[in-house]
Nanobody, 122 residues
């Protein structure tokens, strides 16, 4: 079982930036796809970004050009740099691991962190 711990959330004004981190336990971090998801109040959980084992990344359309996902396998950590934040980015952000093939579906992910709150004020 992989333990994931997110950090870096907070309150920021629209147009600001935050960097989320997700630290993973275990020695097989480099084998995982790593995903970021979010759940806004009253909404379903949605895919935000993922990064493959080899560093290929993909994003949901609403964050393309503003968010960047990256990973440091030596530190067992994945990051989500969020720039030009908008009020609609307000949500709890979760990181998750996947050991299978490429997927943006949350139900395909095996381990989840507890989430970190991001609030963007207008």
């Amino acid at each position: 079982q992989v333990q994931l711990v997110e950090s870096g959330g907070g309150l920021v004004q629209a147009g600001g930036s935050l960097r989320l981190s997700c630290s993973a336990s275990g020695r097989t971090f480099s084998n995982y796809y790593m995903g970021w998801f979010r759940r806004a109040p009253g909404k379903e959980r949605e895919f935000v970004a993922l990064i493959t084992r080899t560093g290929f990344s993909t994003y949901t359309d609403s964050v393309k050009g503003r968010f960047t996902i990256s990973r440091d396998n030596a530190k067992n950590t994945v990051y989500l740099q969020m720039n030009r934040l908008k009020p609609e980015d307000t949500a709890v952000y979760y990181c998750a691991t996947r050991t299978g093939s490429y997927s943006q579906a949350g139900y395909d992910y095996d381990n989840w962190g507890q989430g970190t709150q991001v609030t963007v004020s207008s």
